[in-house]
């Protein structure tokens, strides 16, 4: 059974371009987390999906960022316009109960120059 | 609202001694808790877990921790630290009662472990 897969796992983009954060959860996992973590910080949680729904994105920054879970295929983390106070580890996380323990993929990092 | 606190950002210890990893937590709810290990440039791997049932929990690699619900901690111990136990370690609450860990989990700043030869 495969983990959590995310891609890339290396992401550099200059500032006011796009970044496209891709998870794949594991096998029989529909609920989907989001988590950024800064350098010499912890984690700090984003955004809650499952399938085609947002369920809570309490920790998401109201502008530039969101967030889809579809139907079919990986969930999608996007941040238009990125700043330099972006880039980070984005973590995914996946979980087959949304209650409980929580897989983590490798993270992408994203570097914005 | 949750919050984890972690008080050491830094843990130095010589390799083959005891160490203990401190956490705290506050909640005002019944809550999961759990014990994270990052390597450098890795993901989460999770190291134990306390649901339910038996407040001293084991976990992979030799760790152990204990939940005390009146001290509100749940802090990570091994007896044994070798070289390769060197990490980042991240201490996470999750609200019990919030019908699917919607707020996900809230995580402690982490303790670096870093073992002396």
């Known amino acids: 059974n495969a983990g959590v897969m995310q891609n890339p796992r290396h992401l550099v983009r200059r500032r006011g371009q796009e970044a496209r954060l891709r998870c794949s959860p594991m096998k029989g996992h529909s609920h989907v987390y989001w988590y950024r973590q800064l350098p010499e910080e912890g984690l700090k949680f984003m955004v809650y999906?499952?399938?085609?729904?947002?369920?809570?994105e309490s920790g998401m920054p109201k502008e530039r960022f969101s967030a889809e879970f579809p139907k079919e295929g990986p969930s999608i983390l996007r941040i238009q316009q990125v700043v330099r106070g972006d880039s980070a580890a984005y973590f995914c996380?996946?979980?087959?109960?949304?209650?409980?323990?929580?897989?983590f993929g490798p993270g992408t990092r994203l570097t914005v120059l | 609202a949750q919050s984890v606190t972690q008080l050491d950002s830094q843990v130095p210890v010589f390799e083959e001694a005891p160490v203990e990893l401190r956490c705290n937590y506050s909640s005002s709810v019944s809550v999961y808790l759990f014990w994270y290990v990052q390597y450098p440039n890795q993901g989460l791997q999770l190291l134990l877990k306390y649901l339910s049932g038996s407040t001293l929990v084991k976990g992979i690699n030799g760790f152990e921790a204990e939940f005390n619900k009146s001290q509100t901690s749940f802090h990570l111990r091994k007896p044994s630290v070798h070289i390769s136990d060197t990490a980042e370690y991240f201490c996470a609450v999750s609200d019990m009662y919030s019908g699917g860990g919607a707020d996900g989990l809230t995580f402690g700043k982490g303790t670096h472990l870093i073992i002396q030869p």
């Open positions: 999906l499952q399938k085609e729904n947002i369920i809570d």
């Open positions: 996380a996946s979980s087959p109960t949304g209650r409980g323990e929580q897989f």
